[in-house]
């Protein structure tokens, strides 16, 4: 049985043993060849290639987005809830304010207040890993205009006509900055260049 | 005292969500979300001092929120907060080179007054 070594093989690649005019159009050739396999290889990775890509970045940074949303009002309202049930703190010594802090944890709603306000740290850090932070700062003050309408529609609280007139300005900023791009890093640097 | 408090309280979030925002663009962009990346992520980012300045920075504005609201009303320390979204965006237009086109200054505007009308 012959031995299976790929040293023995004979070298196929092409090589241009003609004029000299013409290694040029072989390394044209082999550009376009590279670039046309560098494409495929982004197809075969990416599921519907660029458009797949931006469509994925679109989903994950929307995902992440509403958590950060849901997660700091949610978290507000759910600590503010349980500080209510623990008391005000008596002293603000440093001693008093740790046992304070301490006693604070053992309360549920404190606790998971806690914890949603940590799952808001967490995505809004994940967000910024890729996104603007001018961009994510303006879509996640829509919170505010969540808070109006969960206070209005579920405590029945009574929402001025003046805080109405701002909820309609938040809403119409975010949508304002939902028509620009998530991510503007390096642009500047090219418009500088030009 | 308002004055400083209100310094305080906007200068800790401006600084913390700035730090932040850096230190996780030096980071990359993070595209896989299973445990062992995650952790691999948080131990390289626990390096980076920026995100402990962060922390430093969004302490003392909640500290200094509470103490503003101890000397003011909410009606007064909210709305006045809400200068943080231009200060954050004028300073990230400068240090973390952020484009800012017109459209988006016009939304910082909106938001800017819809906080403050929504608080009032």
Redesign the interface.
Known sequence: MAPLSREAEPDRSPRWSGPLLQPATATFREFLFRRGARILACRATIPGGIRGRRRDTAL?TTGFLLTVIVANALGNVVLGYGMEQVGSIASYSPAELIYSGLQAMANPWVLAGVGLLLLFFIA???V???A????V??VT?IG??LV?VLSWGFLGEQISE??W??????????A??G???VS??G???A?DES | MTIFLLTLVIGGTVLGDLLKAAAMRRLGEISHFGPRSLIESVTELARDASIWLSIAGYAVSFFAFMALLSVEDVSFAVPATAGAYVVETLLARIFLREMISARRSAAVVLVTCGVVLISW
């Open positions: 994950k809004h850090a994940i910024l890993s890729w603007d932070l001018s961009y700062l303006l003050s505010y205009v109006a003046t805080r007139a701002g909820t309609l300005l938040v809403t119409l900023g975010v304002l900055s028509f620009t791009p503007t890093v642009e500047l640097e418009e």
